[in-house]
């Protein structure tokens, strides 16, 4: 069942980048590089509830697996790889349509690669470096900000670009914290060795 939920995760890859790729182009206000709002499309709502489900998904491939106990090693590579695969697609699309910095979508990707270099050389070293809660919050943070910034107006009296934006921003801070933690807790262990 886990893996049925990842399977459609990735599933819905290409419809998010589809629909995600018919949305309008933003553009900054003078302020801070704030995101005016926009006028949500009909794709750019259906592309926020796409990529929701599949955000869902992998709270709950996880939560199943661990819960009843069917955690399988296909599961343990292709739960992150798609899980990156989909952030990454929804990211590059909000850069190009100019509804999210460029920067910060750089600095969160950067930062996950990273953290998954430094996780594959901890198994190398016989290190198992578990997800800390800081990285689980920003990862809700960054679903919560594409979502956010996929909509990209005022949609039943939410700011969602607003939003967004927070959440982004949140996301980037988080990122930047439990990658410092990551580090810091694989050097530790290297040291008992």
């Not at 049925?4 to 309008?24: A, D, H």
Request: with cysteine; proline share 4%; net charge neutral.
């Amino acid at each position: 069942m886990p893996n049925r939920l990842t399977f459609l995760r990735i599933l819905c890859i290409p419809v998010v980048v589809y629909l995600m790729s018919l949305g309008e182009v933003a553009t900054e206000s003078e302020h801070f590089g704030l995101i005016k709002p926009i006028v949500p499309s009909m794709t750019d709502i259906a592309a926020a509830l796409v990529f929701a489900l599949a955000a869902i998904t992998d709270f709950f491939d996880g939560w199943i697996a661990r819960k009843f106990q069917v955690e399988t090693v296909l599961g343990k590579l292709l739960d992150p790889l798609a899980d990156k695969l989909l952030v990454v697609a929804a990211m590059v699309i909000l850069v190009e349509k100019h509804r999210m910095d460029g920067l910060v979508a750089v600095i969160i990707i950067v930062r996950d690669l990273g953290i998954n270099a430094i996780r594959l050389a901890a198994v190398d070293d016989g290190i198992q470096i578990p997800s800390n809660m800081i990285g689980k919050t920003k990862t809700t943070f960054q679903d919560l900000g594409i979502i956010g910034l996929t909509v990209c107006g005022t949609l039943w009296f939410i700011p969602f670009h607003y939003i967004g934006q927070l959440f982004i921003l949140l996301a980037l801070a988080a990122s930047l914290i439990s990658g410092i933690q990551y580090l810091y807790d694989y050097a530790k262990q290297l040291k008992k060795l």
